[in-house]
């Protein structure tokens, strides 16, 4: 079992299961008493991580993940204790012998227990089997496999039910696969525009030109036996101001945010806004000017901004403004020809182990940076606003934005003004 995320408080999950065991699971604690939740929503959302242009045979035809509650869920209705998730792997009787929790005898072919002892360069093989001192290299990759982010979606649905309640929106799409480049600014587009645009493409490509480029460049990989990665953004409108903190680099949001990004398998590198490209320029032109208030803003914008650079987050705190998170995603490791690598029973050279994989997963890729942009979110809120009950929050949210209102309109200068 692992715990998954970076300082969780409120909002926390942990995840266990291997890549060809019987089942993934989840444990989620910190859901508030009395938000409705279905299988149908997660499920939604476990159909879009199988999704995209050159996945493997599993995702397209294999697997169809569905969850099963086991705890926590009454009648369609969390009821504040742990949520227990079920996700069955049928792959797996296909491997009931090699990942049997069972003892195997010493009769058992060694084809049935599939063992495997050339490393994959990239992947956590050579690197799990010396933290364990083991040369089989199956108990590394049934663990390390991406397979486990299905559990991290799951856990991301139930987070994004909660920050529906208080229209918080969020999208996820492909910015580049490969060299080939989206030309679309989703800035200029909205939340609900993002949503439609990548749901429509089998890429997750917002511009329907670039997205058949991308998937002429991935037949081509597949037939030279390469794979790609790739770039993606996931952007949330509706974001409380305030949420993270200034004061304490652990619970700063865009640390948080870049910590459970940077954790998903592939996953190389995490920018906030426009972060690498402003890293180039003058202050004077990356910081985004503040534009007179707003008391009544119809969302969290009081103090709007005439660009947004800083992808919604200065400071570690949110400042009302889009929150705007990239990731790059690497080739994945498994080529079906194959680097050099080691036997490590041997010692001798040898091509690495090959085994079923995709050859771009960056779609998918998108959908789990989703889920886990809407985890910290979650914890974030319930951090700030904190309550046991969906109605309390509620409530205190309210609560907070009036007093920001007000505050907004200039109430309490006078006093404030004579206190200083």
């Known amino acids: ?46 159909a879009r991580r199988q999704g995209g242009y050159g996945r493997g045979p599993r995702s397209r035809k294999i697997e169809r993940d569905q969850v099963t509650f086991l705890a926590g869920v009454r009648h369609g209705v969390t009821i504040g204790s742990p949520i227990a998730l079920l996700i069955e792997n049928k792959d797996f009787e296909n491997w009931s012998v090699a990942m049997s929790p069972q003892p195997v005898t010493e009769e058992t072919p060694p084809e049935k227990k599939r063992p495997f002892y050339l490393p994959r360069p990239g ?47 969020m999208a996820s799409h492909v910015l580049s696969v490969g060299p080939v480049q989206s030309p679309v600014d989703s800035s200029k587009l909205t939340v609900s525009e993002i949503w439609e645009r990548a ?74 806004g426009r972060a690498f490209e402003m890293s180039g320029k003058k202050g004077s032109q990356v910081h985004d000017p503040i534009l007179p208030p707003d008391p009544h803003p119809t969302d969290w914008r009081f103090f709007p901004r005439a660009t947004n650079n800083s992808g919604g987050l200065e400071g570690g705190v949110t400042n009302g403004e889009r929150l705007i998170v990239r990731g790059a995603m690497k080739p994945l490791s498994t080529l079906r020809r194959p680097l050099s690598s080691v036997n490590l029973l041997t010692g001798e050279v040898a091509k690495a182990h090959v085994e079923r994989s995709d050859v771009c997963a960056i779609a998918a890729c998108a959908v789990v940076a989703e889920a886990m942009v809407a985890i910290i979110l979650a914890d974030a809120i319930l951090e700030k606003f904190g309550g046991d009950t969906l109605k309390e929050i509620e409530e205190r949210v309210t609560a907070y934005k009036d007093a920001l209102s007000a505050w907004a309109a200039g109430k309490g200068k006078e006093e404030e003004a004579t206190a200083g």
């Open 1 to 46: 079992m692992s715990v998954v995320g970076c300082g969780l408080k409120r909002f926390r999950f942990y995840t266990a299961g291997e890549s060809h065991g019987p089942a993934l699971t989840v444990i989620i604690q910190g859901v508030p008493f009395g938000m409705p939740l279905l299988a149908e929503d997660i499920n939604k959302d476990l």
């Open 199 to 272: 749901e429509s493409s089998e890429l997750r490509c917002l511009d329907p030109i670039t997205t058949e480029k991308m998937k002429a460049l991935i037949d081509e990989a597949m037939k030279e036996g390469e794979t790609l990665g790739g770039q993606f953004e996931v952007v949330v409108d509706g974001v409380p101001v305030g949420l993270g903190s200034y004061a304490h680099w652990d619970e700063k949001l865009d640390g948080r945010l870049a910590q459970a990004v940077m954790s998903i398998h592939g996953v190389k590198g995490v920018e906030i």
């Open 123 to 169: 992947h956590a093989d050579l690197a799990g089997a010396m933290k364990f001192l083991t040369y089989d290299l199956r108990p590394v990759l049934e663990r390390a496999s991406a397979r486990e982010t299905a559990a991290r979606v799951a856990a991301g649905a139930v987070a994004k039910k909660l920050l529906n309640h208080f229209k918080v929106q």
